[in-house]
C-alpha cells in the first residue's frame, strides 16, 4: 500500500514538492449523477427552468470550478490547466442526468481533483437551479472514472 504523500514524517500535512517530477500529458475523467422526479428532468431537458438553461450554467459552473480547484482543496497545486470539458448524458427511464468531466494538462502532477472539483460543481449547480421544484434530488455517484499520464500510470473505474 502506497504511503500518503500529504503527510511528513511526522504527522503534519504537507504540500507535495513536484519539483523534479517529469512534465507529463495528464488526463481525468471524472462522473456524477443527479436523480430527480420526472417533471424536473422533462422540465431541465426541454428548458423549460424558469432560472434558465440549467446544462449550460451547470457547465459553465464545472469549468469555472476546475480552475479553481487549489482555492478549495488546501493540498492541491496550483495549475495550469490546458482543458476542460463538461459533458451531461440525460437518462429519461431513470429521470437522471449523469456528468462526465474531463481534464486536460501537460504538467508535474495529476488533474483528478479538478475533474471530480467540476463534477462536483456540475451537480450542486444542477440542484441549486432546480431546487424550488424539487428539493429531493439526490447527487451520487461522485467518482473518478478515469486517469492517464505520470508515474502511477493508468486508471479506469470497473
Not at 39 to 66: C, H, P, Q, S, Y
Not at 118 to 125: D, F, H, M, P, R
Amino acid at each position: 500500500m502506497p504511503e500518503f504523500t500529504h503527510v511528513d514524517e511526522k504527522g503534519n500535512v504537507r504540500m507535495v514538492d513536484v519539483t523534479e517530477k517529469e512534465s507529463t500529458l495528464r488526463i481525468a475523467v471524472a462522473g456524477g449523477t443527479v436523480a430527480m422526479n420526472r417533471d424536473t428532468f422533462e422540465k431541465i431537458v426541454d428548458n423549460r427552468v424558469k432560472k434558465g438553461n440549467v446544462l449550460e450554467a451547470a457547465r459553465i459552473a464545472g469549468v469555472m470550478a476546475a480552475k479553481k480547484t487549489a482555492d478549495l482543496i488546501p493540498m492541491c497545486h496550483p495549475l495550469n490547466i490546458t482543458y476542460v470539458s463538461i459533458d451531461f448524458i440525460p437518462d429519461e427511464k431513470n429521470s437522471c442526468i449523469g456528468i462526465r468531466s474531463e481534464v486536460r494538462l501537460k504538467g508535474r502532477t495529476g488533474v483528478e481533483m479538478e475533474a471530480l472539483t467540476a463534477a462536483s460543481v456540475c451537480a450542486l449547480t444542477i440542484y441549486d437551479m432546480c431546487k424550488s421544484h424539487d428539493r429531493g434530488m439526490i447527487i451520487t455517484n461522485i467518482k473518478l472514472l478515469e486517469k492517464s499520464g505520470g508515474k502511477s500510470g493508468e486508471y479506469k473505474c470497473l
